[in-house]
């Protein structure tokens, strides 16, 4: 996972079992930090904002290692407490009560259904061991049309129902986007050859630009942390 520069800190005093990728704009301030695990060749596990980091860092090891069993949801609320002074903490908080993991645990937990959360649990561990071992953690983001020459797999599709609105949909979509960054997946853009300023015309918006669709909000939302899709 590449920011627009990236700095590779092999040891880290307080985190003994990983190294640490530091992710800078182009201003050169840091960004993100990118976690990678020294046991599985230093393969990228988490991204964090600044203050995210700071707060990891100082967890104990078996903290450490509940965040690659964390739903996405508890990321956001949890970003939303470090950032409770700032303008974006809302934003966190609403695309946590807004995620359909958040909202099935909800429901679930209202039910008293504990025995099946407990074996939605154990399904979703070993669908990330699986995907860490395959060596397959790619995503790619892109138009349409261009996605249909990428594995099904390999793309967030099948993750974006469409909800009924742009915003609804906004949401949804840039939840996924996040959680699979948090996920450690590297990112790439199938549609790389088409420039923000390009055309991409709706019925609605004859005049709209590629940078004002989702791909270009997904496009902004990666650069804020730092990354640069491949």
């Not at 949801?73 to 993991?101: C, H, M, N, Q, R």
């Not at 797999?153 to 609105?165: R, Y």
Request: glycine residues 6%; neutral net charge.
């Amino acid at each position: 996972m590449a920011g627009v520069r990236n700095e590779f800190i092999k040891e880290v005093p307080e985190l003994p079992e990983s190294s640490v990728v530091i992710n800078y704009n182009e201003d050169n301030e840091v960004v993100s930090y990118t976690v990678v695990n020294k046991s599985q060749g230093n393969r990228p596990v988490l991204i964090f904002e600044p203050k995210e980091f700071e707060a990891y860092k100082a967890g104990s090891l078996s903290t450490r290692g509940l965040f690659l069993l964390s739903p996405q949801w508890s990321f956001d609320i949890g970003s939303a407490a470090l950032y409770a002074d700032e303008e974006k903490s809302l934003g966190y908080i609403t695309d946590a009560v807004t995620s359909p993991e958040y909202i099935f645990t909800a429901i679930t937990s209202t039910m008293g259904a504990s025995a099946y959360l407990g074996r939605s649990s154990v399904v979703t561990v070993p669908k990330g061991v699986d995907v860490a071992r395959s060596g397959d953690k790619v995503i790619h983001i892109g138009k349409v049309d261009d996605l249909k020459n990428v594995p099904q797999n390999q793309t967030i599709l099948d993750e974006l129902p469409d909800l009924g609105s742009p915003k609804a949909n906004w949401k949804q979509n840039s939840s996924v986007l996040r959680k699979k960054i948090h996920e450690g997946y590297e990112i790439r853009d199938a549609s790389k050859h088409r420039l923000n300023s390009s055309p991409d015309p709706t019925p609605l918006r004859p005049d709209r630009t590629v940078g004002q669709s989702f791909l270009g909000a997904e496009r902004n939302l990666l650069k804020n942390k730092g990354l640069k899709p491949k």
